[in-house]
T-cell receptor
Framework: GIQVEQSPPDLILQEGANSTLRCNFS?????LQWFHQNPWGQLINLFY???GTKQNGRLSATTVATERYSLLYISSSQTTDSGVYFC????????????FGGGTRVLVKP | ETGVTQTPRHLVMGMTNKKSLKCEQH?????MYWYKQSAKKPLELMFV???????ENNSVPSRFSPECPNSSHLFLHLHTLQPEDSALYLC???????????FGDGTRLSIL
């Protein structure tokens, strides 16, 4: 099946800092989503981005499908950005199931 | 309002109990999913329903039994669970394959 690797596994930020999270995948994908899971377990859809660049407030994401990676940018981080960020992909090679990476755990300190 | 509602939010049960998890989506989607999230592990897909038919069953033990009576509702019936089944169970829905999945808030299940 398809492999999805996220880096770094853990990230500690000072409030106001910028950061980049990376998602690498091992095969061509039809769909890529970024999620944020808050400390209460709620999983929020951030971006649906199989290719290109999208922005939503302080967050933006870029997927370079030909090179099999996606980046999530967090600018001017806030304590409410804390949680786990998951990348998930759907690929023909994996039967179109959404396959999740291991996540990046982010802690933003005040 | 996420559009996908799961009940209950928390459930504690003994290994011999029978309980059900409920998921309801208000988004008009055609596909619904159950995922399991154990501590320090990626989300694992358990079941997929498309147009009320099960299209995916990822080698899930028979003590988990899904039911999809219509396109808006999805249940997960639990029976004779094991302690290792303690986890966060997440429901999601999407318009179809290759469409964004929207998740409920999850049911945190603890098996005594």
């Amino acid at each position: 099946g398809i492999q999805v690797e996220q880096s770094p596994p853990d990230l500690i930020l000072q409030e106001g800092a910028n950061s980049t999270l990376r998602c690498n995948f091992s095969d061509s994908v039809n769909n890529l989503q970024w999620f944020h899971q808050n400390p209460w377990g709620q999983l929020i859809n951030l971006f649906y981005i199989p290719s290109g660049t999208k922005q939503n407030g302080r967050l933006s994401a870029t997927t370079v499908a030909t090179e099999r990676y996606s980046l999530l940018y967090i600018s001017s981080s806030q304590t409410t950005d804390s949680g786990v960020y998951f990348c998930a992909v759907e690929a023909w090679a994996a039967g179109n199931k959404l396959t999740f990476g291991g996540g990046t755990r982010v802690l933003v300190k005040p | 309002e996420t559009g996908v509602t799961q009940t209950p939010r928390h459930l504690v049960m003994g290994m011999t109990n029978k309980k059900s998890l409920k998921c309801e989506q208000h988004l008009g989607h055609n596909a619904m999913y159950w995922y399991k999230q154990s501590a320090k592990k990626p989300l694992e897909l358990m079941f997929v329903y498309s147009l009320e038919e099960r299209v995916e069953n990822n080698s899930v033990p028979s003590r988990f039994s899904p039911e999809c009576p219509n396109s808006s509702h999805l249940f997960l019936h639990l029976h004779t669970l094991q302690p290792e089944d303690s986890a966060l169970y997440l429901c999601a829905s999407s318009q179809g394959y290759n469409q964004p999945q929207h998740f409920g808030d999850g049911t945190r299940l603890s098996i005594l």
